[in-house]
């Protein structure tokens, strides 16, 4: 949905809600700032390549655990080797004070411990195809946080990556929650509007998104 009405609080299927201005402009010029940070290292950010040769034209990097396709290390196995950086218990916080505006439930953020984000750079060009989150091993939330550029955000169904879906316009300072029956929805990213950011946030053009999410995981003796 696109206009005026796009801007209010919205039910985007059951358990997917979408609550636009959440983060102030303050909030978005320090994630700007320590997203900056974390893509020159330890870990740098980098175009994820994919198993069959094609390479994912978004950069990403990881916090408290590396993603690559399809599982989740300590290091970068992909990316240089390095260990990633911590995930931050402020991320944690902000994660949890998420899921309570966006279920309206005081309690909607207890016992939620996420370990770890991905944090996504789009250019002008940049898209991502229809998936499911599910290399974790956990059904928490999945916390989203846009910076930056607006882009279509395309949500899905459970079953398959083609329609019905709802194409959502996230913008910068939007949050978009997906926990419960929406979990393991299809979505992607069709496009970026180029042109869209305020340069105020420190991020003049293209895209940042932070998902904030629980792997499931442990450490065991031996792990990369
Ligand atoms: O950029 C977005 O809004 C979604 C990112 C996403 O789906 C992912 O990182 O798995
Ligand atoms: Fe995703």
Do not use: K
């Not at 250019?123 to 091993?137: I, N, P, S, V, Y």
């Not at 899905?156 to 959502?168: A, C, F, I, L, S």
Request: with cysteine; glycine share 12%.
């Amino acid at each position: 949905m696109f206009g005026p009405a796009a801007r209010t609080p919205r039910e985007i299927a059951p358990g997917a809600v979408h609550l636009p201005g959440w983060l102030t402009p303050e909030q978005q010029r320090s994630l700007v700032e320590a997203c900056r940070r974390w893509a020159v290292g330890p870990v740098p950010i980098r175009h994820t390549r994919l198993p069959r040769g094609g390479v994912m034209s978004v950069r990403t990097v990881c916090l408290g655990w590396h993603w690559s396709p399809y599982r989740y290390t300590r290091t970068a196995v992909d990316a240089g080797g390095g260990r990633v950086a911590e995930f931050p218990g402020w991320m944690a916080d902000l994660g949890r004070r998420a899921l309570v505006d966006a279920y309206r439930d005081p309690a909607a953020g207890d016992g939620y411990t996420p370990d770890t984000a991905l944090i996504n750079f789009y250019d002008e060009q940049a898209t991502l195809g229809m998936h499911q989150d599910r290399d974790e091993r956990s059904d928490a939330p999945v916390v989203s946080l846009s910076i930056g550029d607006s882009c279509v955000f395309r949500f899905g169904n459970t079953e398959h990556r083609n329609r019905p879906w709802t194409d959502v316009e996230l913008a910068s300072g939007d949050l978009f929650v997906f926990g419960g029956p929406s979990r393991f929805a299809y979505h992607g990213v069709p496009r970026v509007l180029p042109g869209t950011a305020d340069p105020a946030t420190g991020l003049s053009r293209g895209r940042l998104n932070i998902t904030i999410r629980v792997t499931g995981l442990d450490d065991a003796p031996g792990a990369e």
